[in-house]
């Protein structure tokens, strides 16, 4: 009997844990990132193509870090769809706090048409995002989508 007790005692621990643990993630809730392209910065332009990067303000609103684990977007640039680009490494998103996110893009000049090159000269262009976000939280795996249009600034490459 004397052994019992002390048996007893640990699985009472254990369950007043697990109560706890499921009251505390009970409260949690999960609100969407809000996720604004601030900025479109070309880093390359060369005779079949270049790069930019598309430059990101993500504002996790929820009271708990988030981590993501992959964002894919597709940009259109003044009406033209420009590429796609894919983010496949972890982004730590600290809780009620903005974070500056870089997606590096990569594109041809085949296919996008003689006006494309033309909005490269611009200082803000028309722009559309479509994409979505995998972000890993205490409530599992969430998805969130992309979607935007509005004027950027552009940022040229001077060096």
Partial sequence: MHQRIPHLAS??????????????LGRLSFTELDVALQEIGVT?????GGTFDLVFDVYNPNDYR????????????EGTHFGDALLDRPLDLSPTNHSRVVVPVRFEWAGLGAGAKALLTKRAVGYGITGRVLVDTPLGE???????????PLRKLIR
């Fill in 66 to 77: 988030i981590r993501s684990t992959r964002m894919e977007v597709g940009i259109d640039l």
């Fill in 142 to 152: 969430r998805t969130v989508g992309l979607t935007g249009k509005g004027n950027v």
């Fill in 11 to 24: 699985r009472i621990s254990v369950v007043a844990l697990v109560c706890v643990s499921c009251a505390t």
């Fill in 44 to 48: 390359g332009i060369g005779l079949t």
